[in-house]
């Protein structure tokens, strides 16, 4: 076997890559929705500035068996690396995967990282088929489940509009005090100190169960390079927040993501309240807003995906309330190096 780095420039091994990824992605979670070319061009060709990005190609008979991505954090987290990869059906259970992950081992060493973070899936019941082979490959190479969260979809078609306004009706008098901003694409240049403040102090709120990751440190030109490296992959952002008038801070937001190379589906990030303004309903408001505006601004997305930390009982209970169907589990797991 051979282990070769993919170039940006190498269009055929680009192209051969692509093929691996979105065969393997078809076959181990059928039914997800597409994997973006323009994004992933983005990371090989190591664009983002906060992360170092690898990807090596392992070869078997001038066959492309299967890769590797690694990525190193640069302006935090620098005793960790994320790792993720996958092998072609046809060629598992031969070692592959091991000299990709002994590989990534070698990288990380050599590059002072001390813990190694890798993602996979596996299926609910009565969910979608996934396949649990990396899961099951990651727990015999040593790793811990440190994390999970639960990916949801909703039919924006379906979407229970009288719910949101039910619900709206009977959370604004717990929000009184505050109002909603929205607007889709980059923040306007106004609103960015107090977004980046918001994404500063939230970055320690996300719910991270027991992966070994420190807080970030995000300024405004971290939030600005992030915000026009979305513009390079095609993406558009819909952003909803609530605003406290009385100090002018910014306190709850909720963002929803579409790709142009996939226009009928959208993804929810993260949505969080500043830990001072929880109790007032703002999540579940800042949520609605930004469907709201995203049936405005993308009248053709159809479906709209989330995931949710399963220890986030609360979103769990909206989510159901507003019709989103639970699809599967991600797992995170880490192990030291
Ligand atoms: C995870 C994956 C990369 C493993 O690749 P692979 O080439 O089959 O891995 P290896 O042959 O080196 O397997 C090494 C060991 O892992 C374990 N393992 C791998 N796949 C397994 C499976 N499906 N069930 C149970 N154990 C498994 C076994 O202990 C195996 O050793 P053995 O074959 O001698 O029993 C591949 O299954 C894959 O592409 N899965 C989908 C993508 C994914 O989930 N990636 C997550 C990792 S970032």
């Not at 008979?61 to 640069?74: C, H, K, M, T, W």
């Not at 960790?80 to 070692?95: K, L, Q």
């Not at 169960?209 to 970030?216: I, P, V």
Request: contains cysteine; glycine residues 6%; aromatic residues 8%.
């Amino acid at each position: 076997m051979d282990i070769t780095r993919l170039l940006p420039e190498d269009t055929p091994m680009m192209d051969a890559f692509w093929e691996l990824y979105t065969d393997v992605f078809e076959h181990d979670q059928p039914g997800s929705p597409p994997a973006q070319r323009k994004s992933a061009e983005v990371d090989i060709a190591n664009l983002r500035s906060d992360m170092r990005q690898e990807y090596h190609l392992a070869h078997v008979n001038q066959q492309l068996a299967g890769y590797v991505r690694l990525l190193f954090p640069l302006l935090d987290n620098k005793h960790f690396m994320y790792v993720n990869g996958c092998v072609r059906p046809e060629h598992r259970r031969r070692g592959v995967g091991s000299e990709l992950l002994e590989l990534a081992l070698r990288r990380g060493r050599s590059c002072g990282r001390v813990t190694i973070g890798a993602h996979t899936s596996e299926p609910l019941p009565g969910g979608p088929y996934r396949s649990t082979s990396g899961r099951d490959f990651l727990r015999a190479k040593g790793f811990d489940l440190a994390h999970s969260m639960r990916d949801f979809s909703v039919d924006l078609e379906n979407i229970k509009e009288k719910i949101e306004e039910d619900l709206v009706d009977e959370f604004l008098p717990h929000a009184w005090e505050y109002e909603l901003l929205s607007w889709s694409g980059p923040t306007p240049e106004e609103h960015l100190p107090a977004v980046t403040a918001l994404a500063n102090r939230f970055v320690s709120e996300v719910p991270l169960g027991d992966l070994a990751l420190e807080d970030k440190n995000i300024d405004v030109e971290r939030q600005r390079a992030a915000e026009s490296l979305d513009a390079v992959r095609g993406r558009t952002n819909v952003s909803a927040y609530a605003r406290h008038p009385a100090s002018g801070e910014l306190v709850a937001h909720s963002v929803i993501s579409v790709d142009d190379e996939s226009p009928e589906f959208a993804h929810q990030q993260v949505t969080l309240v500043h830990p001072e303004h929880r109790g007032h309903r703002l999540g579940t408001l800042v949520k609605i807003e930004s469907h709201r505006l995203l049936r405005r601004e993308f009248p053709g997305v159809r479906t709209l995906f989330t995931s949710v930390a399963e220890v986030n009982t609360h979103m769990l209970a909206i989510n159901e309330r507003l019709g989103f169907v639970e699809v599967d589990r991600q797992l995170d797991f880490q192990r030291t190096i």
